[in-house]
């Protein structure tokens, strides 16, 4: 299976301030033919099901906001928050749908400073 | 708004099995994947399947293949989960959620349904 390591596990980050979370799977999730990075991220707060952010490595899903960006291809990826609003306060995930079964990262708590 | 709303917790003893429902609504359901995650406590999420909606294929992880079966009612627009000899590591928030796109390929998932937790204890 594909092995999702993010990094921090947790993130403290002031309002306004940038945060970025890392995402690094065990093998490249690159799609060449296509040239798509099956990477997802995922944003769960305390009790909700987790919500989908960004597919496609970069792509927002509809309805979030255009402060979370998605980068990276291959192995390696990051989540950017441009400017911390107090409601991202919330546990994100990445995912690889490049191989079966699709895998998670363990996930970063992102918290106010 | 496409919804995905999941039958009520359970509790369960070890040995015995478990259905959870995932009944949907405002979307074509035979068009979209339908994907089971698991989210044990402290533990990251857990992909335990997923059935094509239309013709009833199923792919499984390899970690639940012996023990898991994912079905669907297509008049009842409702998908099910049955998980069978249950054990304590199993007590866990199931999650059903929708793929992204209406093709039975890899993707992203969304949106979920809001989770039914099955707790197994003697």
């Known amino acids: 299976d594909f092995v999702m390591t993010q990094s921090p596990d947790s993130l403290a980050v002031s309002l306004g301030e940038r945060a970025t979370i890392n995402c690094k799977s065990s093998?490249?999730?690159?799609?060449?033919?296509?040239?798509?990075?099956?990477l997802a991220w995922y944003q769960q707060k305390p009790g909700q099901p987790p919500k989908l952010l960004i597919y496609w490595a970069s792509t927002r899903a509809s309805g979030v906001p255009d402060r979370f960006s998605g980068s990276g291809s291959g192995t390696d990826f990051a989540l950017t928050i441009s400017s911390l609003q107090a409601e991202d306060v919330a546990l994100y995930f990445c995912?690889?749908?490049?191989?079966?079964?699709?895998?998670f990262g363990q996930g970063t708590k992102l918290e106010l400073k | 708004q496409v919804r995905l709303v999941q039958s009520g917790a359970e509790v369960k003893k070890p040995g015995a099995s478990v259905t959870v429902s995932c009944k949907t609504s405002e979307y074509i359901f035979t068009a979209y994947p339908i994907h089971w995650v698991r989210q044990v406590p402290g533990q990251r999420l857990e992909w335990m399947g997923w059935?094509?909606?239309?013709?009833?294929?199923?792919k499984y992880s390899q970690k639940f293949q012996d023990r898991l079966s994912i079905t669907r009612d297509i008049s009842a627009n409702t998908a099910y989960m049955e998980l069978s000899g249950l054990r304590s590591e199993d007590t866990a928030i199931y999650y059903c959620a929708r793929g992204l796109v209406s093709t039975p390929t890899p993707q992203a998932i969304d949106p979920w349904g809001q989770g039914t937790l099955v707790t197994v204890s003697s």
């Open positions: 093998r490249s999730v690159l799609y060449n033919s296509q040239n798509k990075n099956y």
């Open positions: 995912q690889q749908y490049y191989g079966t079964p699709p895998t």
């Open positions: 059935i094509t909606a239309g013709n009833g294929n199923t």
